[in-house]
């Protein structure tokens, strides 16, 4: 065995290595304040590694390919975090930061928690609270990113898992999309990352249009409305982290009157909760050059969403990806841009909404056990006799196990007149129903 004496260090050499702490101290705390949430209580940064910061691709790639699940309108992309199993994560292009909606997934003593904080989101429920987590390393594909501030919640408020109707963990997106050119080829079901320099843009690739980035949340001018017998020039947030194809807020200084025929829905959850509000069609928007008609657009109720957003005179509603996957769209944070490509097949496609009135919910080890959580007054269901609680054991020929939730919403939108089967089962007794679909918008 070699064997050394070692010297002390001298005062200049001391003076040095502690400047160094400093400016390391100094840079986390940076690091820590980009969290756009309010921190309620907090506690001094453990010691950070070595290893390379940010994000970045595998052998210096400069692009990669990942392939994501679309289901029920959402992007799923599976992802490791701190080398656990791989989870499924919705990419939103809405949220800051890497949240993790169910905290059963990971273990706690293998977490280095920070402070805890308060989230406010759209919803008509309270503030929720998560926890901060620092020095996570992430992996997707052969994307890596080392060193990243996580959220926690400190328990699984949204239950995202029960309306997708697959497990989900988490949302993420603002990292994804500021470190890379990102490319969305909802045709092929995959996400392309271009390293900033390596993409450039041509015609063939679609049309250009401006986007601005403002609190990590993409918009764009490129949308004019048409109803309510006006025309009039919105500014839109491109929200990949919404199902829906066109919500429209009315802001302090503009009130949209509604279409003639709606319905009042639950349009979706936020981080606060439930939010209601009116479904109805619009007219037309314009899109860049592309014309699109007769939109299903949600209209939210103003204590659930208008009323929670920062700076929402400035943003007249956000187009989701019923409309976005009829494109193909890149994203380009840094030169402030988005291209869009139309996907032909998709754009013949017509805008459909629920037409039995009522709302499934999935549970079960497995989620395949279907629920009826709502239905709406004078609707199919309601006709059908079905009540909330009730189990769907059959869709027609089809078990409920061999199906999934999104296959569900399909055959709930298949057509005006048509009658779907249920096997249904209430109090353990089972019996069968007949429902008559109707377009209620």
Same mark, same amino acid.
């Given at each position: ?75 799923? *992309? ?27 997934? *990971? ?33 997707? #594909?052969?994307?890596? #990113? ?268 298949? #057509? ?26």
């Amino acid at each position: 065995m070699w064997g050394f004496v070692e010297k002390p260090p001298h005062d200049k050499y001391l003076r040095k290595q502690n400047a160094m702490r400093t400016y390391l101290r100094f840079w986390l705390a940076i690091l820590l304040g980009t969290l756009s949430f309010r921190a309620l209580a907090s506690e001094t940064s453990p010691k950070v590694s070595e290893e390379k910061y940010g994000y970045f691709l595998e052998k210096d790639r400069k692009q990669v390919r990942i392939p994501f699940e679309l289901h029920s309108n959402l992007i799923l *992309l599976y992802l490791k975090i701190n080398n656990t199993d791989s989870l499924r994560f919705i990419l939103d292009t809405g949220v800051s930061s890497i949240i993790v909606t169910d905290p059963e997934i *990971l273990k706690p003593d293998r977490l280095q928690l920070t402070r805890t904080v308060s989230l406010a989101g759209a919803g008509e429920g309270e503030r929720i609270s998560a926890h901060v987590a620092i020095d996570n390393n992430i992996v997707m #594909g052969k994307l890596r #990113g080392n060193h990243q501030n996580i959220v926690v919640l400190e328990q699984d408020f949204l239950r995202l898992s029960e309306y997708v109707g697959v497990p989900i963990h988490g949302i993420f997106g603002y990292d994804i999309f500021n470190n890379f050119v990102v490319t969305i080829d909802f045709a092929k079901r995959e996400l392309l990352l271009t390293q900033h320099g390596h993409y450039k843009y041509k015609r063939s690739k679609g049309e250009k249009y401006p986007l601005i980035v403002e609190n990590t949340k993409p918009f764009t001018d490129a949308v004019t409305l048409f109803a309510d017998g006006r025309e009039r020039p919105i500014r839109v947030l491109i929200d990949t982290g919404a199902g829906h194809a066109l919500l429209v807020n009315n802001s302090p200084n503009e009130t949209l009157r509604l279409p003639d025929k709606v319905i009042r829905a639950q349009l979706g959850r936020g981080l606060n909760g439930v939010i209601n509000g009116n479904l109805g069609r619009v007219e037309r928007i314009r899109l860049g050059k592309y014309e699109i008609d007769n939109i299903v657009a949600s209209f939210p109720d103003s204590v659930a969403f208008a009323s929670k957003l920062h700076n929402s005179a400035d943003r007249q509603g956000n187009i989701g990806c019923e409309l976005l996957r009829r494109f193909k769209i890149t994203m380009n944070y840094k030169e402030g841009y988005m291209v869009l490509k139309p996907i032909r097949s998709k754009m013949k496609e017509k805008f459909e909404h629920d037409m039995s009135g009522m709302e499934i919910v999935a549970e079960g080890s497995k989620l395949r056990n279907y629920y009826v959580h709502h239905v709406a007054k004078n609707s199919p269901a309601s006709s059908a006799g079905l009540q909330p609680g009730d189990q769907i054991l059959f869709f027609d020929d089809h078990s409920a196990s061999d199906i999934n939730i999104s296959e569900i919403y399909k055959l709930m939108q298949r #057509g005006d007149g048509r009658s779907i089967d249920l096997l249904v089962k209430r109090n353990g007794d089972i019996f069968f129903t007949r429902m008559t679909l109707k377009r209620m918008i």
